[in-house]
């Protein structure tokens, strides 16, 4: 059907074209949803009152713009056409908002704050003064018959109706123009986060096919004005346009809160998942296996993991050989590892070294991890008299246990590390 419509002309394709209206209102109503308690808690904020206006005047225009709710409000209101200007307003107050949202988004909260102020006052004037001009013309034209679709090119030559389509539309340009204009710039700018780059390039795009809609509506009314029909451009095209652009601006609001929730959970399913091998190492240690709740939140799992390791860390600090990490150290700068995978190797040699000992000393381990044990020049640090632990420095291994087990993952690297780490003492055992 497609491809025979495009074999009769491109004129009679694109008269055929139209995107529905309840997409776009739905996918707003979806980024209004998104947005909602933001605003809700910081109502205060400039810019949340804009986007939320922005949004809810989104909606309001699809919503009240669609053919149906226009003869719906026709009809309940038994005044022909008042729909109009009801959409006309929705229409400017929208794009008072798109101008509002990039003012406050781009000053910022703090910075050029009076200018800010100065700049708000003025667009906020300027429309409301827009939108009381709509509605003194709308008073004054004469527009007896109802024209759900094509009322912007059937009244484009009367008197005071025609002063009408023209202001809405011209408000609507310029804030379209400048607002894609800013907002274009600003994508350009360094140091933005990669989500909100990507949703300033959603709202550029779609603050930027709103201007296909003016300029299809302007087109289809200046043909009438010369006696031509390019009806087609306002019934088909211009809604298409609308509708295109609506949905591509409430992804633009929508991708940098998903795309930030997605990465929150991506990372601490991560660090989850790569404190695996240090959690399965600390079994033989704490004598059992992680708490497990399948119901608990992707934060409370990783929580309960990073304390169940520390603990079980506190526990085996009696048994680790602080000689052996230094050793197990400069193995590995020796190896050419960089200073900070040098460090994680030689923590997870004496994790395991410490973990093979537990395992070996069996039952009496909380006797015998209080010994001093002299065995090759190899002096492992033990409990306090009264108790208190010795020298092992566990602090690094109690805040980089992310760092550990991954290096726990390298067996290959460890082995060539604690080989390299007992070399000196074998030889000084030789020599001796």
């Not at 009769?8 to 308690?37: C, M, N, Q, S």
């Not at 026709?74 to 101008?99: E, K, M, Q």
Request: charged share 20%.
């Amino acid at each position: 059907m497609t491809a025979l419509r495009l074999a009769e002309g491109p004129a009679r394709f694109l008269t055929d074209l139209y995107v529905t209206f309840w997409l776009p209102g739905l996918v707003l109503t979806a980024a209004l949803v998104v947005k909602l308690p933001s605003i809700l808690k910081l109502w205060r904020d400039p810019l949340l009152r804009a986007v939320g206006g922005l949004l809810l005047f989104a909606c309001a225009v699809f919503a009240f713009a669609a053919p149906g709710t226009i003869a719906w409000t026709n009809r309940v209101t038994g005044v022909p056409n008042i729909a109009a200007p009801w959409v006309y307003t929705l229409i400017t107050a929208l794009s008072a908002c798109w101008l509002l949202l990039v003012v406050h988004w781009r000053n910022g909260p703090t910075d050029h704050r009076e200018k800010t102020r100065r700049a708000t006052r003025w667009v906020v004037r300027l429309y409301a003064a827009v939108v009381v001009a709509l509605w003194v013309l709308f008073a004054l034209a004469d527009v007896p018959v109802e024209r759900v679709r094509d009322l912007d090119t059937y009244y484009a030559g009367t008197p005071f109706m025609r002063e009408e389509i023209v202001l809405y539309l011209l408000a609507q340009a310029v804030s379209c123009s400048i607002t894609t204009w800013l907002v274009w710039n600003w994508i350009r700018t360094d140091g933005l986060d990669a989500w909100l780059r990507w949703g300033l390039r959603f709202l550029g795009v779609g603050f930027a096919t709103n201007l296909l809609f003016s300029a299809a509506k302007f087109t289809a009314v200046v043909a009438r004005w010369t006696g031509h029909d390019l009806d087609w451009l306002n019934t088909n095209i211009a809604p298409s346009a609308a509708c295109i652009a609506a949905t591509l601006v409430a992804i633009g609001f929508i991708v940098p809160h998903v795309g930030q929730y997605l990465r929150e959970r991506w990372l601490v399913r991560r660090r989850h998942r790569d404190l695996g091998p240090l959690a399965r190492l600390m079994r033989t240690v704490a004598g059992r296996r992680e708490p497990l709740a399948l119901r608990a939140t992707a934060e409370m799992r990783l929580i309960r993991r990073e304390t169940y390791i520390r603990d079980a860390l506190l526990q085996l600090s009696r048994f680790l050989d602080e000689d052996l990490r230094a050793r197990a150290h400069d193995a590995a700068l020796a190896l050419g590892h960089d200073p900070g995978q040098a460090q994680a190797l030689a923590a997870a040699v004496t994790i395991m070294d410490a973990v093979e000992v537990l395992a070996a000393e069996g039952p009496d381990a909380e006797v015998l991890g209080a010994q001093v044990r002299n065995a090759g020049g190899n002096e492992r640090h033990s409990v306090d008299g009264d108790g208190g632990t010795g020298e092992a420095d566990t602090s690094y291994l109690l805040t980089e246990i992310r760092a550990v087990s991954a290096a726990l993952r390298h067996t290959e690297e460890i082995t060539a590390v604690r080989t390299h780490a007992a070399a000196p003492a074998e030889s000084m055992s030789a020599h001796e």
